[in-house]
């Protein structure tokens, strides 16, 4: 981008001005000397003739005596020649018999002048009279004193700049006055130096015409604009600067908790984005810098920015995305373990991409952490410990799990089905040995509610997050593929009479069974049915013990399988009075007090 500075360029030189004319000229470019007036040319008589006639013999030898004077005179005439004609050439030299030329300066004034005088008046080491370069005057000066005059007289704004930035209807006023540039002021000063000066080969002619151009700039100035070259190169950060804080990012609604009360997620609420097409701007400051345009109005494109997820979106699209309950036991112990993992549970929120090991969070189930005995399943038989029922808690978590369509890592089935769940559907803890774990992958926060409610006994676990689109929602369905019976063993006991038995362990039947996955649309309709890994229940056969001990202390036999005894002793029939006690006293068979399993 150039710019120039004031003035208009004149490159032709001027004719030789009327009235000005060489002061010796005659036809056909011969130069001769003005005739000056009351002047002549000197006139020189015709040489004398030699007389001869014979009278003249004495006047011959007159001659003859004036003749020796003569020759004197003639050599002092010679002398004075020659010194007069060294003298000329001293002259000559020195341009005194140069031809001169009428010149008229610009006031008026006539002068004649040898071609040497004008050759030497028009080579001075300054700058012509009547020289302007960026405005300022130069003529006289010498080259580097205009050089430095022109750049001391450089404006800081050689462009005028007045641009400005309109964004909806207000404008931003841009400051480009620290934006480089280049000129060329040496080179207008180098060529207006050179401007109407001989280089050395000009005739007489061309000289007075240099002379009569000199001159006529005294009255009609010659002007040499500085031309300006913007650097664009800062255009972008000027433009950012003005216009980035004008725009605001889009905010999104993130959740900030779960009102317990209202079972509603909160949230900060979004706001709107305002984005400013800034590189645009960049990109159009810089065309109309390009083309030379230094004041005008640049218009600003801005859009609207719609946040990722507004705040109606979060209360439009969070709920309750899946839930598991079912009924505990009447054991205290046991409902009290479960209720204190509940409490643990109760409010944790999994983040996207967090993961939950349950035996991590909840911990060891230890006296110290509040834990009372109740039923828990070793070696296929029910026995009391530490922690017993909270196999039903983590059934139900992995329940709610697989409706929320999370991702499960860990699930171990028990010994044999629960009552609380349908077989495939359970999973069983024990720490450390069997966790179970998932992973929140839903792409949004799940916030787990877990309760026991001690006036129907019903523990329920709530899954909150981003509900299914379009209403849909999941079932979880366990089904059975085949059952093996448990059957019955028979252990001797010798310590016990005979007539007597006692329950050991329950059998239960050995199961296979596989959980669905399904999923239903708004109306009902069933969508999907995705198979969950199969599992395997054991099969336990029941462990019972007969008394095989005789009332005359020998030990009758047992068959195991039937439980029949053989080789058993009768009493006498004396002894039915005193037997009639025995038979009230004989112990009930009695069955030990059996709790759900963890």
């Not at 999923?519 to 009902?524: F, K, L, Q």
């Amino acid at each position: 981008m150039k710019k120039n500075g004031n003035g208009n360029d004149k490159n032709s030189l001027p004719a030789v001005r009327p009235g000005v004319r060489a002061a010796m000229n005659s036809g056909d470019n011969d130069i001769r000397p003005v005739e000056k007036r009351g002047m002549k040319e000197p006139e020189f008589s015709a040489r004398p003739e030699r007389v001869s006639d014979s009278k003249g013999k004495k006047r011959n030898v007159r001659n003859k005596k004036k003749g020796g004077a003569g020759k004197v005179v003639a050599g002092v005439a010679a002398a004075l020649i020659i010194i007069a004609g060294a003298g000329a050439g001293v002259l000559w030299k020195k341009g005194f018999f140069e031809k001169k030329y009428e010149v008229s300066y610009a006031d008026g004034t006539v002068a004649e002048l040898t071609v040497s005088e004008l050759r030497e008046g028009l080579s001075s080491e300054t700058f012509a009279p009547g020289i302007i370069i960026g405005g300022v005057d130069v003529g006289g000066m010498t080259k580097e004193a205009g050089l430095q005059a022109v750049k001391d007289a450089q404006p800081d704004d050689p462009f005028g700049f007045n641009i400005q930035l309109n964004l909806d209807d207000v404008m931003y006023d841009l400051d480009l006055s620290s934006l480089s540039y280049t000129s060329d002021v040496e080179q207008k000063v180098e060529e207006a130096y050179s401007y109407l000066k001989p280089t050395g080969e000009e005739d007489a002619d061309a000289l007075i015409n240099i002379f009569n151009a000199r001159e006529a700039l005294k009255s009609t100035p010659k002007e040499f604009e500085v031309e300006y070259t913007l650097v664009t190169d800062g255009v972008d950060d000027l433009v950012h600067g003005v216009l980035d804080d004008k725009s605001t990012e889009a905010v999104d609604a993130e959740l900030t908790g779960f009102d317990e009360e209202s079972l509603t997620f909160t949230f900060t609420d979004s706001q709107r984005g305002y984005v400013v097409d800034v590189d645009s701007a960049v990109t159009d400051v810089k065309a109309l810098l390009d083309a030379g345009t230094y004041t005008g109005i640049v218009d600003v494109a801005a859009q609207i920015e719609e946040p990722a997820v507004t705040s109606e979106d979060i209360e439009n699209d969070f709920g309750l995305v899946s839930s598991a309950s079912s009924t505990t036991s009447a054991n205290s112990n046991r409902n009290h373990n479960i209720s204190i993992t509940c409490e643990k549970l109760n409010g944790l929120i999994l983040n996207p991409g967090d993961s939950f090991s349950f035996n991590t969070y909840i911990g060891q189930r230890t006296s110290a952490a509040g834990y009372l005995e109740a039923g828990v399943i070793v070696n296929g038989a029910l026995e009391q410990d530490l922690g017993g029922g909270v196999c039903q808690v983590s059934s139900m978590l992995y329940q709610a799990a697989v409706k929320a369509d999370l991702q499960i890592d860990e699930r171990h089935e028990h010994m044999w089905p629960s009552s609380y769940a349908v077989a495939g559907t359970d999973a069983a803890v024990d720490y450390p040995a069997q966790d179970f774990k998932f992973t929140n992958n839903s792409g949004y926060p799940i916030y787990i509610s877990a309760y026991w409610n001690p006036d129907n006994s019903v523990i329920t676990i709530n899954f909150y997050g981003h509900m299914f689109p379009d209403g849909q929602y999941i079932d979880f369905i366990g089904e059975t593929i085949s059952t093996n019976p448990a059957g019955t063993q028979y252990v001797a006991n010798e310590s016990m009479e005979v007539g007597t038995t006692s329950q050991v362990r329950a059998g239960h039947n050995g199961v296979t069974a596989v959980g669905y996955q399904v999923w239903y649309d708004a109306n009902g309709n069933e969508i999907e049915r995705i198979a969950l890994p199969t599992s395997h229940y054991a099969t336990i056969t029941t462990l019972i013990e007969v008394g095989v001990l005789n009332s005359d202390g020998s030990i009758a036999s047992l068959d195991g399988e039937t439980g029949e005894l053989s080789d058993v002793v009768d009493e006498d029939d004396d002894d039915d009075d005193d037997d009639d006690d025995d038979d009230d006293d004989d112990d009930e068979e009695t069955t030990p007090e059996t709790t759900p399993e963890t």
